[in-house]
């Protein structure tokens, strides 16, 4: 479920990168949550791919 939610979160945040800059602020925000979801995965000692 994580996981998911972090891809689609890169997906929108390359989407904004290349060309949506209005949002690119917002995108950068989810991007940022992502990560620290996929971290707290890893410092779980859960699978993050899973």
Do not use: D, E, S
């Amino acid at each position: 479920m994580l996981t998911t939610i972090a891809v689609i979160l890169v997906v929108l945040w390359l989407l904004g990168f290349m060309g949506f800059h209005v949002l690119g602020g917002f995108i950068h925000v989810l991007l940022v949550i992502a990560v620290i979801l996929f971290l707290i995965r890893v410092i779980q000692g859960r699978n993050p791919l899973k």
